[in-house]
């Protein structure tokens, strides 16, 4: 079956640029993440939803990053006046449930370039 | 949240077994023990998890110490594919996923 899908693979934003970045899910799957992941570093997480439910945005680094999944399936990561420090992988990720037993089944990334 | 600590690099030859450390001194009971792996310019990719006894899928082993407070990740038989970074992970019933720099494995042929 089809695996999480993310668009654009690649984005480049001037500063000051709004943005949007894309995530399709594996169909049924609850939860949806999305995680930040600077060169050379891990995935850091940014925020969480449960269905459209967003339960947990603690890892939103500014009131510039702004997420939704206002259907349940697809998810949109949003970034306000985009800086340079935003350049970085967007990855998204899905898993079937909640629990710590499930595996989360992640997207190839989107690439943000902030120039 | 509870931490991992893994080395920052480790090599390999094509065809003989790897053992990739993890220490979690922190441990909770909760805590699932998670593996991933990712290839350059890919997303991470499960590997293998558990919680308290040892497993085995195709692709891997994960060893887990009678106490929880490290496990290791056991490649069998390296191949130039599974050169990658891998992290281990601590999941609990929380939704983060604390991913760490993980270990950068690199395969000689």
């Known amino acids: 079956g089809a695996g999480v899908s993310q668009s654009p693979r690649y984005k480049v934003a001037k500063r000051g640029q709004d943005v949007a970045l894309r995530c399709d899910p594996i169909?049924?799957?609850?939860?949806l993440f999305w995680y930040q992941q600077a060169l050379g570093q891990g995935p850091e997480f940014l925020t969480y939803f449960q269905n459209e439910a967003q339960l947990d945005k603690s890892g939103l680094p500014s009131d510039r990053f702004f997420a939704e999944r206002p259907e349940g399936s697809v998810s949109t990561l949003k970034i306000q006046r985009t800086q340079q420090e935003d350049s970085a992988v967007y990855l998204c990720?899905?898993?079937?449930?909640?629990?710590?037993?499930?595996?989360?089944?992640f997207g190839p990334g989107t690439r943000l370039t902030v120039l | 949240d509870a931490k991992t600590t893994q080395p920052n690099s480790m090599e390999s030859n094509e065809e003989e077994p790897v053992h990739l450390p993890c220490n979690h001194s922190?441990?909770?009971?909760?805590?699932?023990i998670h593996w991933y792996r990712q290839l350059p310019s890919q997303g991470p990719e499960y590997v293998i998890h558990g919680l308290t006894s040892n497993v085995n899928n195709r692709m891997a082993s994960l060893a887990i110490a009678e106490d929880r407070k490290s496990s290791t990740l056991i490649l069998h038989r390296a191949t130039l594919r599974d050169a990658a970074v891998y992290y281990c992970i601590l999941r609990a019933t929380g939704n983060q996923f604390y991913f760490g720099t993980g270990t950068s494995l690199t395969v000689i042929p």
């Open positions: 922190t441990i909770s009971g909760t805590d699932y």
């Open positions: 169909s049924g799957h609850v939860s």
């Open positions: 990720a899905s898993s079937p449930g909640q629990g710590g037993r499930n595996e989360q089944f």
